[in-house]
Nanobody
Framework: QVHLVESGGGLVQAGGSLRLSCVAS????????VGWFRRAPGKEREFVSA????????YYPNSVKGRFTISRDNAKNTVYLQMNSLKPEDTGVYYC?????????????????WGQGTQVTVSS
């Protein structure tokens, strides 16, 4: 059973940066496909980024492309989400998730393991 813990959230002004961390225990995160999702107030959880465990390919929706970067530190069993040029619409609870398959990277139901989330608030 993989246990994921996110950290690094907080309050930041628009244009600022944050780096979120997703640390795994009970499993080797480098063998999993890892995604980041967020849930804005009053909205459903949405896909933010993902990184493949096989070829290192990364994936982003247009809303964050060029501003967010996902990466791994296998020695620390951690996946990061570097968020730059933050906007108020980036506000939400950010979750990391892991799964074995690379299929359906944006589909929440296909992820096997989820963290508890970390709050990101971007003020205007």
């Amino acid at each position: 059973q993989v246990h994921l813990v996110e950290s690094g959230g907080g309050l930041v002004q628009a244009g600022g940066s944050l780096r979120l961390s997703c640390v795994a225990s009970g499993g080797t995160l480098s063998t999993y496909f890892v995604g980041w999702f967020r849930r804005a107030p009053g909205k459903e959880r949405e896909f933010v980024s993902a990184i493949s465990q096989t070829d290192g390919n990364t994936y982003y929706p247009n809303s964050v492309k060029g501003r967010f970067t996902i990466s791994r530190d296998n020695a620390k069993n951690t996946v990061y989400l570097q968020m730059n040029s933050l906007k108020p619409e980036d506000t939400g609870v950010y979750y990391c998730a892991a799964k074995n398959s690379q299929l359906g990277i944006t589909r929440l139901a296909l992820y096997d393991y989820w963290g508890q989330g970390t709050q990101v608030t971007v003020s205007s």
